[in-house]
């Protein structure tokens, strides 16, 4: 499966991506819709804000094809484009007698309390802040994610029945003992809100400002003074986000400062695109060694210039300082977005602790404390909105296990015959689809007003046609074929081998194919899926009809029993 379908194996959710692709090009938006949400229980948002590490393996942007297809872009077309009519489906299970509390309303959180109440559980959310959603509501600019788009989304989960209470703190407000002797299991799911301190001389100051808290502040309405000079320290979204507000809130100067280089970045290339396009500078190889201020509030910041050292073992490349390097600038404000950790403090018992995460138990999502699961980024450091909502999937479905004694969903691939061959040859060759987008100043006249415009039905449409449909797969039936060659001569690509033999695996079951260039040695025709673009045309010249087409999907199966 991770061969055939490269881009759904990234996905931490597992997306049925060709699939919902497919359904766009057909012009079938609520389907496609329906399709994310199965797995991805926020598609519109997602469709804005995701990592995209699925685009980091598309098969079309492989050295020789091209440029990967725009698949989150694509996601966000099928929420935009759907009908306002659309009916939000669910595959409801008998109600249990079963209560379990989440903390945490924020992406983990919110895909646990989903599906445990579509399994049937009477589900309680306890969130600490005025709004739901965690870091799309507060630690995400709506420049990039607006919040009627969050809300909608939200709404949709909250309306299974879901008890929301807002303004609860655990451990503060109520404590978490309670919790465990009301409900019948309780998973934390509490997001990263500590963030982590440079440690250094002057970060006391006024002016200094953690990544985080600086989000919030906007988020929650305020507009800190940040005068015209802003270094920002960190390379993750969260930093970036920063530089593009502080440019919106009247900087002049905004530079992102990194330790190691610029294709170190935790961030995809479409972000650092847009942030250099608002004229934020990046500037690699350097790391603060103190914040210069006078009265109480920042002046300058002190750099020391690094190099990169190389090592055996992962990480292979660390930053080292150089002596004698340190260098001055003035500044007004200083931003530190180096990352975030969990708050365990509302935890009695004490918890087991991975380094400052939650531990869990291997393979699991238990914690040290019997009846308390935990998912999301309290359990992994800060990660992005598709492994949060993968995670607390995977823990409501722990739990439900628990309960009822047996797995009731389980992931299968679904193998069937397909005559969904009707991509042309051409598609190959459509221009990747652009994104639209505010000009430089419109940009900077709200800072609510979303940045990216979406794609209109037919940029949709060119877009989703680029996709190879890599849950097709070719296969030559060797009894059949004659050996004419036909299929490797119109082949576009290498992905048609001649061969030999085949390696058998100690287990007995079969291994890679042996190839060979001499036709006399030749014992079979064979497609390589891993390089084949679905073309179709070896189909079409093939005189015997000895090559079949499957479509090969990784699909959830109800195992009730």
């Known amino acids: 499966m991770a061969e055939n379908v490269p881009c759904q194996h990234a996905c931490p959710a597992q997306t049925n991506i060709p699939g919902y692709i497919r359904c766009i090009v057909e012009q079938r938006y609520g389907r496609s819709y329906e399709l994310n949400r199965m797995v991805n229980i926020l598609p519109g948002v997602l469709g804005r804000i995701c990592s995209r590490p699925c685009e980091e393996k598309c098969r079309h942007g492989e050295a020789d094809l091209g440029q990967p297809v725009n698949i989150c872009h694509l996601k966000r077309a099928a929420a935009d484009l759907k009908s306002p009519w659309h009916r939000i489906k669910e595959n409801l299970y008998t109600p249990s007698d079963k209560k379990v509390a989440v903390i945490g309303a924020g992406p983990a959180g919110l895909a646990a309390a989903y599906e445990l109440a579509t399994l049937g559980h009477k589900v309680t959310v306890y969130e600490s802040q005025e709004r739901p959603g965690g870091m799309l509501m507060y630690g995400i600019p709506e420049f990039r994610l607006p919040r009627d788009i969050v809300t909608l989304e939200i709404d949709n989960i909250i309306r299974l029945g879901i008890d929301l209470k807002l303004g609860v703190s655990i451990g503060k407000d109520l404590p978490l003992g309670k919790l465990m002797k009301t409900y019948d299991a309780v998973i934390a799911a509490t997001g990263c809100l500590h963030s982590f301190a440079l440690s250094i001389p002057g970060e006391d100051l006024e002016g200094v400002y953690s990544g985080l808290d600086f989000m919030m502040r906007i988020n929650t309405g305020e507009k800190p003074a940040i005068g015209s000079r802003v270094a920002v320290i960190g390379g993750g979204f969260t930093a970036i986000d920063c530089a593009r507000m502080a440019i919106r809130l009247g900087a002049s100067k905004v530079s992102v400062n990194l330790r190691k280089t610029e294709e170190y970045m935790r961030i995809d290339a479409h972000e650092k695109k847009e942030a250099k396009f608002e004229k934020i500078a990046i500037y690699g190889l350097v790391q603060p060694v103190r914040i210069m201020g006078e009265k109480g509030s920042v002046t300058g910041i002190t750099f020391e210039r690094t190099r990169l050292k190389y090592l055996a073992e992962p990480p292979y490349r660390v930053a080292v300082p150089i002596e004698n390097s340190e260098f001055t600038i003035p500044i007004d404000t200083v931003i530190v977005a180096i990352g975030q950790y969990p708050v365990t403090d509302y935890i ?88 639209a987008t505010l000009g430089p100043r419109r940009r900077l006249v709200d800072i609510t007003k979303e940045v990216e415009l979406g794609y209109d039905a037919i940029a949709a449409e060119e877009e989703a046609k680029r996709c190879y449909l890599c849950y097709l797969k070719y296969e030559i039936d060797v009894n059949r074929c004659i050996y004419c060659f036909a299929c490797i001569d119109v082949a576009p690509r290498d992905c048609i081998k001649m061969i030999k033999d085949i390696d058998i695996k100690k287990d007995g079951s079969y291994g890679e194919l042996v190839e060979t260039g001499e036709w006399n040695n030749v014992v079979a025709i064979a497609i390589d899926n891993k390089r084949c673009i679905r073309c179709g045309q070896c189909l079409e010249v093939c005189p015997v009809q000895c090559i079949s087409v499957s479509k090969v999907e990784l699909i959830e199966q109800d195992m009730e029993r």
Not at 365 to 380: E, M, N, Q, R
Not at 387 to 405: N, Q, T
Not at 426 to 435: A, G, K, L, T, V
């Open 348 to 435: 009695k018992p004490k918890l087991k602790l991975n380094g400052k995460r939650i531990w869990t138990a291997p393979d699991t999502f238990k914690t040290s404390v019997k009846g308390l699961y935990a998912a999301g980024d309290c359990i992994t450091g800060a990660t992005d909105v598709i492994s949060a909502i993968a995670r607390g999937r995977k823990a409501a479905l722990e739990v439900d296990a628990l309960f009822v004694k047996h797995k009731r969903k389980k992931t299968m691939v679904r193998i069937e015959s397909s005559e969904q061959t009707d991509r042309k040859r051409s598609d190959d060759f459509i221009p990747r689809s652009q994104m």
